[in-house]
Structure formats: C-alpha cells, structure tokens
C-alpha cells in the first residue's frame, strides 16, 4: 500500500517530466494517466489530492504560468456515495471553467469506477482545452506545454 507522499514521489520521477532548475517537478500530460494506477493502491480512506496545472516554457527563460483556476481536487472520503462539487465556498472559478467539469471530486470508499471517470474525464478536458487567454499574456506561453504538480 502507498501513501499519498509516496504516491506523489512517483508520478513526478516519470521519465519525461520537467524539473525548473530551482528543483520544482512538472509532471507531464502523459505521465499523469499513471495516477489511476498508483492511487488505487493508496492504505487510507481519507487522502486527498489536489492537481495543479500549468504552461510552462521549457526553452529559455522557463516561463511558468500557473492555470489556478483549473485546478482539481479529489479527496476519498467515507461517504455513502462517490459525488462532484461545483464552486464550493472559497472558489473563485470562471463560469467557462465550471461550463467544463466540476473543481472537486469526493469518492467513496471502494468506488473505484468513479474515481476513473473523473481523472479520465479532467484530463481529456485539459488535454483539449487551448488556454488561449494565457497563451496571449506572454510570447513565451504561445508555445508552452501543459504539466501538473499535485499537492
């Protein structure tokens, strides 16, 4: 069984993420499907995750930009029934975002179908999504690719 540390060291010592030379580890679209995989053997029924994407230009100056409101969290908890949550209090999401998927998943114990659909279903959405408000902001994120950290 894994915990949620050990769980988050391996998906960032995939081959083909980033590391920024201050350390900091992207993980890459592709790498991230490995996270069904890992979680499924998490020992605990109340670990949660929360998926923090970003543009980043690896070439030259390593533009970083952080896509906040994208961000995904899921958490497995003992409920009766595994459920997505809109713009829970706090968040200070865009309509088009929410238009998209819900920010927050909660799973049931043992609802394993579910919490596939929903790593699936987020990361197909990011993986089409253009980010073009943020690619306008700055020439360097014209070309930047999609990573993740998850916390």
Not at 31 to 39: E, P, Q, S, Y
Not at 53 to 68: A, F, K, W
Not at 92 to 108: G, Q, S
């Given at each position: 069984m894994k915990s949620?540390?050990?769980?988050?060291?391996?998906?960032?010592?995939?081959?083909?993420?980033?590391?920024?030379?201050?350390?900091?580890?992207?993980?890459?679209?592709?790498?991230?499907?490995?996270?069904?995989?890992?979680?499924?053997?998490?020992?605990?029924?109340?670990?949660?995750?929360?998926f923090t994407?970003?543009?980043?230009?690896?070439?030259?100056?390593?533009?970083?930009?952080?896509?906040?409101e994208y961000e995904f969290s899921l958490s497995f908890e003992n409920v009766a029934e595994s459920h997505c949550e809109g713009n829970v209090d706090g968040n200070?999401?865009?309509?088009?975002?929410?238009?998209?998927?819900?920010?927050?998943?909660?799973?049931?114990k043992g609802d394993f179908g579910f919490f596939v659909q929903v790593i699936e279903s987020y990361l197909g959405i990011m993986n089409k999504r253009e980010f073009e408000r943020f690619r306008n902001a700055y020439e360097g994120f014209k070309t930047a690719g999609l990573y993740y950290q998850i916390f």
């Open positions: 949620r540390k050990e769980i988050i060291k391996k998906m960032e010592h995939f081959e083909g993420n980033y590391t920024r030379s201050c350390g900091d580890i992207f993980i890459t679209p592709e790498n991230m499907k490995n996270f069904v995989n890992f979680t499924k053997l998490c020992d605990s029924d109340d670990e949660a995750f929360l994407p970003y543009l980043i230009n690896t070439e030259g100056d390593e533009g970083v930009c952080e896509i906040y200070r999401i865009f309509v088009e975002t929410l238009d998209c998927f819900a920010p927050k998943a909660i799973i049931a």
